[in-house]
């Protein structure tokens, strides 16, 4: 069992950043991929960015690819997502998820998730 705790969301004007943390804890962390999604009002949840066990391969939706930056730091059992250049299509609630097989962008396949966090980029 892991328990993920994400962090860092707000309110931040277009062309901020902020960095969201996903602080997990329960087994060793470093067992588990990880990854972002999104869900803003009246949409699907939609892939993010996701990183491997080692944090050696990342994975990055075209939308984001160039502006988003996921690491991980095993030691501190936590994931982050830095968020640069931030538009107003950005806004929504961002859970990360957690799973011992390598699930990518398929959060259906992901075995846990936080609560999410909500960030809001105001134009």
């Known amino acids: 069992q892991v328990q993920l705790v994400e962090s860092g969301g707000g309110l931040v004007q277009a062309g901020g950043s902020l960095r969201l943390s996903c602080a997990a804890s329960?087994?060793?962390?470093?067992?588990?991929?990880v990854g972002w999604f999104r869900q803003a009002p009246g949409k699907e949840r939609e892939f993010v960015a996701a990183i491997s066990w080692s944090g050696v391969s990342t994975y990055y939706a075209d939308s984001v690819k160039g502006r988003f930056t996921i690491a991980r730091d095993n030691a501190k059992n936590t994931v982050y997502l830095q968020m640069n250049s931030l538009k107003p299509e950005d806004t929504a609630v961002y859970y990360c998820?957690?799973?011992?097989?390598?699930?990518?962008?398929?959060?259906?396949?992901?075995?846990?998730w936080g609560q999410g966090t909500q960030v809001t980029v105001s134009s």
């Open positions: 998820a957690a799973d011992a097989a390598r699930r990518g962008s398929r959060g259906g396949e992901y075995d846990y």
């Open positions: 329960g087994r060793t962390f470093s067992n588990y991929f």
